[in-house]
């Protein structure tokens, strides 16, 4: 058996209730969450909260995936969720009790090739979805999570067309929004 197949196979056992098959995809899933978690949040102890949220969360909504779309998209929308939701989360802790919950300069150990930092990142991805929200998914799972545009086409019940201009225009979007982060950083 492949493992696409063995993995379809969790999935389906699960959604019917399967509680060691549960166990068993979370666990396989777990080293992929954790990476997704790892490339957006700059601190291990982060990219753990985010990725545990994440899983909680296809565990509990386990039932919800129709199978439009593959189980692996379904499940980079979660982790890219969580991990956002994570930051934005702790950028509301340290405004509220004014501590710096993130830091301020760039880390060679956390820079990313699209941003000064995964903070750059995040809070242009935050900053899309205010502004565009209909962009947003069909430009996580193209940039973030790597997904075949066809695909993305059928997670978000868009046509192929509509998803490829919508990543075009994310993209667009967001070369602006780190170009000005980066400018206002020199």
Known sequence: MTDDAELDELVRSAQAGDQAALGDLLTRLRPRVMQRCARLLPHQQDAEEAAQDALLAISSNIGSYSGRGSFLGWVTVITSNSARGTYRSLKRRGET??????????????????????????????????RHP?????????????????????????????????????????????RLQLEAEL
């Open 97 to 130: 009790t004014g501590a710096v919950a993130v830091p301020e300069s760039a880390d060679p150990r956390t820079t990313s090739v699209i941003a000064g930092t995964r903070l750059d990142l995040l809070e242009s991805l935050n900053e899309l979805e205010r």
């Open 134 to 178: 209909a962009l947003l998914e069909p430009f996580v799972l193209r940039d973030l999570g790597s997904l075949p545009y066809d695909e993305i086409a059928e997670l978000t019940d868009a046509p192929l067309g509509t998803v490829k201009d919508r990543i075009h225009q994310a993209r667009k979007f967001m070369r602006e929004r780190l």
